[in-house]
Structure formats: C-alpha cells, structure tokens
C-alpha cells in the first residue's frame, strides 16, 4: 500500500486510557489526514506549533453529528440542519479570510510591499489604486511571462488555439456581415480587429489567458447598434460608431479608475445562464431562419419547374436548397460527434481530445471538401472577400463606401448631435462587455486553475478600452473576453506536477504566459492572405458551426438541465445540489422564473427597443438579489445559484469547459 506519513502513538493501559481510546485518536488522526490543509501542512512542518493552526482549522470548518436519534422520519431534516450549519460556517471562514487579506493589502500598500496581494476587487477608496496595483503585481514578472513559455506544450497550444480562434472569427465576420450591418464590416475587418486586439491585450494586460474577439452577444448589438443608424442616416453609421467606441473607452477607464469591478460579484449563475440560454436561441433561431430563406425564398423555380430544363444563367437551381441543407447539417453532426467522441471510452486520452477540440475545423474542412467536388453541379454562396485588400463595403457597394481608418469627425454637419447621442448604447455596449470580460476573468480565476500571477481585473478594463478606440477607428467589430475561447486556452496550458506520491493525486497548475495569446493573434491576422482557400468556404457550412455553438453552450447550463427536470419522474433526477436541498416545486419556479426571463429579453431583442437589450440584462441584478430571496431561503438560493462545484462529485475528471456556462 502506498504511504507518505506514518503516525505512531504509544501510551499505556490503564483505568482511565483502554485500548479503544488509542483507537479512536487512530480513526481521529486519520480524519486529520483526509484535510487537505492539514495534509500539506504535515509536508513544511518543523515543530508542533505549525501543525495546530491547520488542525484548528479544520476544528472550526467541521459539523458535530449527532450519535444517536437517527431514523426514516427525521434523516432529511437532519440532513439539511447539517447543510445549513456547513453553510453557515463557509460564510463565516470566508468572511474571516476575506478581513485578513484587506487588513494584510492595507498593512502592504502602506509598507510598499509588492507581493501581498489580498483581494484583487477589493476598494481600497483611492482613485487608480486597482490599476497600480495590478500592474505592480503583473509587470515585474514579464520575463517570466516570456520565459515560462519555452517548451514544446506552449508551441502546440498556439497551433491549436489558432484554429479555435479563427473558426469563431470567419463566422461571426460573415454572420455580421450578413445578417446585421449590411456588409459594413465582414470576415476582413473581424479578423484584423479581432488579432490586432488580441495581441495588443496578450502583451499588456493583467490575464494573457484571456482571448478576447467578438462574440455572439457582442454580434447582436452591432445589428441594433446599425438598426439605430440606419433609421437616422446610413451614410454616417461608421462615424456614429466611432464616437461609441470613443464613449465606452471612456467608460472602461473610469471604472478601472473608480474601482466599480466590485460589482461583479452580483452577477451570479442566475443572471449568466439568462444570458448564455438567450445567445443560444438566437444562433439556433438565426440558422433556421437563413436555412428556410435558402430552401423556400431564393430558389427560382416553382414545383411545376423542377424537372424543366435550365437555362445556363441560373444558379440558384432547386439542388441548392438541398445541398446547404445537408452542409448545415453535415458539419453540426461531424461537430457535435466529436465533441461527445471526446468523453467516450475509445482510443487514447490524448486521441479524443485532439479530435474532441478540432472537432469544428474538421467539420469545416469536411463539408467545405464536399461542396467542392459538387461546385460545378450545384451553386452555394461562398464567403466573400474583396479582390484587393479594401474594406467589404467597398466591394460590395457602390452606394456607399468607407476608408481603413474612420474619423470621428466625419459626422455631417447636421447629424453633429449624434456625437452626443453615441453615449447611450456606449453605456450599453460597456455593460456587455463588462459582463463577459470580467466573468471570464473570473472563471479562469477558479482555484483548480492555481493561478499565482494574479488575474489584474482593473488592467484588463483599461486595455478593454483601448481596444474599443481601435475597433471604433478602423471600423472593425467591438471585442470581449470570449468565455469558451479562454477556458479552452487555459485548460490546454495545465501541467501535471509528475513529482507526487503513489496513490495521491497529482498537482496541476497552468502555465502563465503571454507568448501563445500574442502568437495566435499574429497568425489570425496573417490569415487574411488565406482569402483564396477560405473563399471557398460556403455560408451554409458556417450556419452549421453558428448551430453548433448554440447546442454545444447549453451542456454546461444547470438552467438547461433544471428545465429537463420538468419532464423526468421524480426518482430520476440526478444526485445534485439543487435537487437534494430543494423542494421540487420551488426547483421547478426557479426555472420557469428563468425561462419567463429569456422570454422578456427575447421581446426585447425582436421590438424596436432592442438597443436597449443590455440594460434589461443588467435589471436581473434586482430580480436575483431583491425578488428571488422573497421565495427562496438563504440555503435553496445557495443551492440553486452557486458557482461552486457540487461537492459530492468526482473531480478527478473534471472538464474545466463545463465551467464555461457563458456563450461562445
């Protein structure tokens, strides 16, 4: 049996001391044992005294159980006593710990020291102490950042992430183009926008795991953000644009300066799973409507003409109906098998996650092939790309045509109130991007990451802004932190700790660097010179990856998994937090809650109003923390809306995708 510490307790029989005394101070040590703090502590301990902090501490953590007094009637309530009281205690350690970690960042900021760190939210009541904070805490390890990264793990991270950022960039640029701003913008200026960004934030900012890009949030408001303009004057929608990105960069500064990251621990589960259902519906329901355009609207012929022959100048014939729906759902499946091929029990580890992470790419690459043996037979649309290096518009449009570089100043004289106006969906578009960025920065943040360098909160909301002044000048889609992207970036840079003991679990941390976010951003805008393969590519096959990301976000939702409850037999349901704390009733009025929720966004979204879409996101704030504790107890809230992993599951698994319950 394998073994690191043995305990060896002596002493005598007598009177008062049996030898099932010395049993139970065996069964007692051995508990000790099973205490991780505890356990590492045994590692660095010199003397007595360094074990007794940790054992009091697990002294203060531990619930008495009652001996005696246990049956059927009373083991629930009994179980829930127990819970609430663990609870308690959890609240009360953290409430503790989070007192000693502001009075040690106050003790350090007047003693000048660089390397107590304390809460990175944390006010400390003066204005750019959280930016100068994260910077001392970030900057001095740059080297580090470069050097850390020299070893054959980072070089197959920056191939990989490559592709996971690229395939996200084509279909959002063709998706923006298309569907929202009326090819003011397109694949071209997602990408430059997307990698001049990118490597900008991966060489300054406090988290280079982030990957930030545009995202399908972020997509929507271009559309609303165009709708406005459009209704008022077309000719000055890149101008009016410009001033957004001016206002938000703004914004972003003044809350990195003021020190309101704060806020973000109201934005709970409750509120990210809302907004990742509601992106879901919308790329589900995006697909489907372009197919139906496809197979119903655009084709030519009607049935009594299917078998005519055709004339020589027609292209859209009734085949392609046909094809784009079997390349839409030719590359969902190819897609989505790979990404459950990944948890399957055949070939190696390292097998199913290589294909479960390419598994986009190749579907691309599949179906794209496929249309390419049936190209002349069959026409499908292809991505389109300008003949010279020029902005979509320009090749799209003669009507209208626009510059690299847009001049807030080009407003025509009197439109110059739109200048002005620019600030209201620059609120909006901030608290977007607030939103996304910062719960990513949060989940990376977790403790299985064991990140050390500091995730630089307030840094990252300044660099935010710089990137919105740069998308806003060269015309180019606004980016965030792009939650599945940067999950997936740092959970291929986690290194195992090789040096551990048989039978104990090994330690994990992630290599923090820069170097992988900056190189994929180069490569991403050095594929802009792949214009003629990626021409190749048909629309229909990117319908195919939007309806992917929408189906492939809801497996990490307990929102999707709690409206499946709805429709199961009671003595079905899972071994879960929410289900054993809460009455299934209440679980079922939380979803439905949630579900009414998704409806009003979704009105909100198809009205007039639908510029106005993040302001009624930041209005689930109130509902979450003023309406739902009406109904629920402290303990049901916990249950039904923590972002903690359930403690009774098996982690030595764990997918750390599966904490990315944001959308793509």
Same mark, same amino acid.
Request: with cysteine; aromatic share 16%; net charge neutral.
């Given at each position: 049996m394998p073994m690191r510490f043995i305990f060896?307790?002596?002493?005598?029989?007598?009177?008062? &001391?049996?030898?099932?005394?010395?049993?139970? $101070?065996?069964?007692?040590?051995?508990?000790?044992?099973?205490?991780?703090?505890?356990?590492? +502590? !045994?590692?660095?301990?010199?003397?007595?005294?360094?074990?007794?902090?940790p054992m009091n501490a697990f002294l203060d953590g531990s619930v008495v159980v009652p001996a005696h007094g246990w049956n059927k009637g009373n083991v629930v309530q009994m179980l829930d006593d127990i819970r609430s009281k663990m609870i308690q205690v959890d609240k009360q350690r953290k409430r503790k710990r989070q007192r000693g970690d502001s009075r040690r960042d106050s003790k350090s900021l007047k003693k000048g020291d660089e390397d107590e760190e304390g809460d990175e939210l944390a006010r400390s009541g003066r204005c750019l102490d959280g930016i100068i904070r994260d910077m001392k805490r970030r900057y001095p390890l740059y080297l580090s950042d470069i050097t850390d990264a020299l070893n054959f793990q980072c070089f197959s991270v920056i191939i990989f992430i490559f592709f996971a950022v690229l395939t996200p960039s084509i279909t959002f640029g063709a998706d923006v183009e298309l569907e929202r701003v009326n090819s003011w913008m397109g694949v071209y200026e997602t990408i430059l926008g997307s990698a001049l960004t990118g490597a900008l934030f991966g060489l300054l900012s406090g988290q280079p795991l982030l990957i930030i890009g545009c995202t399908g949030p972020l997509a929507v408001f271009e559309g609303s953000l165009y709708d406005v303009a459009e209704s008022v %004057?077309?000719?000055?929608? &890149?101008?009016?644009?410009?001033?957004?990105?001016?206002? &938000?960069?703004?914004? !972003?500064?003044?809350? +990195?300066? *003021?020190?309101?990251?704060?806020?973000?621990?109201?934005?709970?589960?409750? @509120?990210? /799973? #809302?907004? @990742?259902? *509601?992106?879901?519906?919308?790329? !589900?329901?995006?697909?489907?409507? %372009? *197919?139906?355009?496809? !197979?119903?609207? *655009?084709?030519?012929?009607?049935?009594?003409?299917?078998? =005519? /022959?055709?004339?020589?100048s027609v292209r859209d014939t009734p085949n392609t109906a046909l094809l784009s729906l079997i390349?839409? =759902?030719? =590359?969902? $499946?190819? @897609?989505?098998?790979?990404?459950?091929?990944?948890?399957?029990?055949?070939?190696?580890?390292?097998?199913?996650? @290589?294909?479960?992470?390419?598994?986009?790419? #190749?579907?691309i690459l599949a179906m794209t092939s496929l249309d390419l043996m049936l190209k002349d037979k069959i026409y499908t649309k292809k991505l389109n790309f300008p003949e010279k290096f020029e902005p979509t518009k320009n090749a799209d449009s003669t009507e209208f045509s626009r510059d690299w570089l847009i001049s807030p100043f080009d407003l025509e004289q009197e439109y110059w109130w739109m200048a002005l106006a620019a600030c209201i969906p620059a609120i909006l578009c901030f608290f977007l991007i607030f939103i996304e960025i910062q719960i990513t920065a949060r989940i990376l943040d977790k403790k299985e990451h064991n990140l050390e360098k500091g995730t630089g909160y307030h840094l990252n909301m300044v660099m935010i802004g710089v990137t919105g002044v740069i998308c806003g000048v060269l015309g180019c889609p606004f980016v965030t932190g792009a939650t599945v992207r940067s999950v997936s970036h740092t959970s291929a840079l986690i290194v195992t700790d090789p040096h551990h003991a048989p039978g104990e679990k090994p330690k994990q941390k992630v290599i923090e660097q820069r170097v992988t976010a900056v190189m994929v951003n180069l490569l991403l805008g050095l594929s802009v010179l792949l214009k003629s393969v990626l021409s190749y590519v048909p629309y229909s096959v990117l319908y195919g990856v939007f309806f992917y990301m929408g189906i492939a976000c809801l497996g990490s939702l307990q929102f999707y998994d709690r409206i499946k409850l709805m429709f199961m037999a009671r003595n079905n349901y899972p071994s879960v937090a929410y289900v054993r704390d809460v009455s299934s009733f209440k679980t079922h009025v939380f979803t439905v809650i949630q579900i009414l929720v998704v409806a009003v966004l979704w009105a909100v979204k198809e009205s007039p109003l639908s510029i106005l879409f993040p302001f009624f996101l930041i209005l689930l704030v109130p509902v979450r923390f003023k309406l739902l504790p009406l109904l629920y107890t402290e303990v049901e809230l916990s249950a039904l809306d923590s972002e903690e992993v359930d403690v009774y599951a098996d982690h030595d698994d764990a997918d750390y995708n599966l904490t990315a319950h944001m959308p793509y």
């Open positions: 060896i307790l002596m002493g005598p029989v007598t009177r008062h &001391m049996f030898i099932e005394d010395y049993r139970e $101070i065996g069964r007692a040590m051995s508990t000790l044992m099973s205490y991780k703090d505890f356990r590492e +502590a !045994c590692y660095v301990a010199n003397e007595p005294k360094d074990l007794v902090a %004057s077309e000719k000055n929608y &890149m101008a009016f644009r410009c001033w957004v990105g001016l206002w &938000m960069a703004l914004i !972003c500064v003044l809350t +990195a300066v *003021l020190q309101l990251s704060f806020v973000l621990k109201y934005f709970t589960r409750f @509120a990210e /799973e #809302i907004f @990742a259902m *509601l992106v879901s519906l919308i790329f !589900c329901v995006s697909v489907i409507n %372009s *197919l139906v355009q496809v !197979c119903f609207f *655009l084709s030519p012929f009607s049935y009594t003409d299917y078998c =005519c /022959e055709l004339p020589s390349l839409t =759902c030719g =590359c969902f $499946i190819i @897609a989505y098998f790979l990404k459950l091929f990944r948890s399957s029990p055949f070939f190696s580890p390292h097998v199913r996650k @290589a294909l479960g992470d390419f598994g986009v790419p #190749i579907a």
